[in-house]
């Protein structure tokens, strides 16, 4: 097992101006479950393959180890692509179908029969080695097709949206069988989806990418309580967090017709070109509600309660008739509101909720760069449904 | 969603029964059609006056797998025609149903498997890899990276002595503007690995005889691409004599089937020696002589095989000053068509016409060898229509079977198989893939199928009087003339 270090990595194809992948700098520790995250056309495909040996590392370099791979042919980089679509022989036994590949790889019989098993063992499969592929579950098959990869002994899994052609329940059940048996193998893994929800339950860490930068890299936690900028404060999350921009007075920044105190380090770290404005955001879970007259308390008019029985959602707006509201745009659509509220007293359509941004939960960024200005959230789950 | 249509303008698909799984489909609309092992649930179905493929599969690989082999039919590629994309399907009780990919229906197409279950010969099987390789290089050369090569994702077609390769699945491929050395390295691969599988397979389910070796079979392919790839892509450095070595080359390019568009031709910086590098190469250099003489859309090997009928034509007519076009011409009323028309209308669908006169001049070859002098071709034509095409096999499309039979695995029916056979597990047929929706193998025991029919085995070789005594002995019957293959 070993290390992954992207060095200033960029992929530009030719006849193109802008890098698909651009100095890309990551460092991917020994056995972690690493996650590449972004929006479609940000480069965490092609880092993937530039990592595979398929696509060319035009500048930087790729190591694995302590071993340069840039020019490395892709089977002698010792990684391996977990496909999506593994074929299972129906007449070959599942020890069979699980090393064949090894054999075309003249590796030695007794060494082969031996990885299998080991493979076996770690996939809870040993009993059905000598059976064939019709007499397993779906589970089982699918663990077999994992077996492929997995007696190759790679330095490292490559895997590239595995999960995105099944339904959503198996989805669900499929991720969770990856994280377990990448965590009992140690095995270092990158893993690419567009899907943040997957990002943030399998991974060690996360990196976000956009247009071909990386934008920030970190633990599930880092990425949720402290985005580095205003991208990765809206791409995770789910349902997304509040975020708008807001002109600022006297340390306040204007939402609606309410004053909302900014954190002081943050107001401090305004600079000339952000002309008195800042981006603020806020999760839905980060918001009490309040009575009307309290200071800070922004007002939302409901238009949808979307009730999951554990949590409940408003969507609404803030009423756009005082100045400085009408910049304000908010991840979930255009001056859209989400906030999530003690699903056991729920207003209606066309209510009116008052809310406050809880002490310490802000996220202010720059409104010129769009980079982070406070200090990491942390956020009291519990006290939601305080209020 | 609403049910949503995107592509062909036939406002007849609408008709068919999208608001039923592909699998529960019924049997009016089924047609019973050799089938490759597929991770999703195909169907061939009847529409119209031909039959189209159906894929079920997820709504955003279906539009992506579309668009795909959309843009390889516009590059000429050998593969599938998509026809259309259905999506929102629902059922009748307002279930969602999986969106579904439409293809035409390949005419005389036939996967691996129908080609094993006719008693498979080495030296077939060595061209099924061969055509494959071809296929992959000028995939390649067009930019497209497969990612999932292997017999089953391709289809194949006799193209004379030879079988053409075409790609049916493009559900994992990319398309890029050049292949990096790695993608290719890659697909060579995944192919080797595929392909090596799948014959291990066939010989675990008896279906291929335990002396084939499939790990040299597997390893076959990658020579075989690496040594196309580099007479097409190679750069030749040369001192003298320039003109002739491109002649050269371009001779070269021609013999291997491809046509040499645009050349690459630069002096090294010394100045003493001019680097050649083939910059664009398509392939059907014969396809498109063939074409252009005669008006004959063939595959490639085929078209060989009918423009060295064509020359020897001309060669025997002894009219040097008589132009080529106008020899072609005659050739076509007085050769082609004639033989071609010969065969009475119910074994036209055996197949294809320029197959069909192909196997007439092996036919002639035989009859000429046994009676040790010339046989004309009318002669040879009425002698293989009356005692070869009828064993062959249906491959146009074989219609009208019950559907228990078509959605059984193709069974390797031959004498010692007998007229009944069990329908095999479907569990054990689909090509289980990892990640797909898998059902749970079903307790119950498979159907058991009557088959009033017994296919029969193709036998090349017509019975001769005087020779077949010999034959009986030998065991496999000495391999008709054809043309020089690049193996």
Sequence with gaps: MASVTYDKASRIYPGTERPAV?????????????VLVGPSGCGKSTSLRMLAGLEDIDQGAIWVGDRDVTHVQPKDRDIAMVFQSYALYPHMTVADNMGFALKIAKVDKAEIRQRVEAAAKILDLTEYLDRKPKALSGGQRQRVAMGRAIVRQPQVFLMDEP???????????TRTQIAALQRRLGTTTVYVTHDQVEALTMGDRI???????LQQVGSPRDMYDAPANVFVAGFIGSPAMNIGTYQVFDGQAQVGRAKVDLAREAVSALKAEDKNHVVLGFRPESLDRVAPNTDGAIPIE?????????????????????????DVHFAAGDSQMIVRIDPRDVPGKGDTVWVKIREGEQHVFSAATGERLSSEVHTDASATHKA | MPLHITGAADPALIELPWDVPLEAW?????????????????????????VIAVKETNAEIAHREFTMLREL?????????????????????????????????????????ALFSQGLRRATLKRLVGALSVLLVRLHLLGFYWGDVSLSNALFRRDASEFSAYLVDAETGDMHARLTDGQRETDLDIATTNITGELLDLQASEDLDESVDPFDIGARLEKRYRELWSALTETSTHTSNIRMRIAERVRQLNDLGFDLDEIDMEETEDGTAVTIRPKVVDAGFHQRRLMRLTGLDVQENQARRL????????????????????????WLTTMFEPTVRAVPRGLRGKLEPAQVYHEVLDHRWYLAEAADHDVPLPVATASYVKNILPTKDDEQAVLGRSIAEMTAELPALTEEHGTEYAARDPYANDNTYAWGRVPEPDESEPPTVRRSSTRIPVRNAPVVPGRDRERATADAPPSPPSEPTAE
């Excluded at chain 1, 999960?163 to 059940?173: E, T």
């Excluded at chain 1, 990196?207 to 930068?213: E, Y």
């Excluded at chain 2, 423009?307 to 005659?330: F, I, S, T, V």
């Design chain 1, 163 to 173: 999960l995105s052609n099944l339904d959503a329940k198996l989805r669900v059940q």
């Design chain 1, 302 to 326: 409901v238009d949808v309660v979307e009730e999951l029985g554990s949590d409940a959602f408003v969507y609404g707006e803030v009423p756009n008739e005082f100045g400085g509201a009408e």
């Design chain 2, 73 to 113: 039919q516009r590059m000429e590629a050998p593969c599938v025609h998509p026809v259309a994309v259905v999506s929102g399907r629902t059922s009748a009780s307002g279930e969602p149903l999986s969106a579904a990919l439409i293809t035409e229906h390949l005419a005389y197409s036939l996967p691996y498997r």
């Design chain 1, 22 to 34: 651009d100095s890309l700098d990551l460092e991917i520790a020994d056995g972690e479950f690493l």
């Design chain 1, 207 to 213: 990196a976000v990418l956009k247009d071909g930068v």
């Design chain 2, 26 to 50: 019924p049997e009016e609309h089924i047609a019973a059609l050799p089938r490759g092992l597929s991770r999703h649930v195909v169907r061939f179905v009847r529409h119209g006056d031909g």
């Design chain 2, 307 to 330: 423009l060295n009928d064509l020359d020897e034509y001309r060669a025997w007519r002894d009219q040097p000053d008589q132009d080529e076009a106008h020899a072609a011409h005659e």
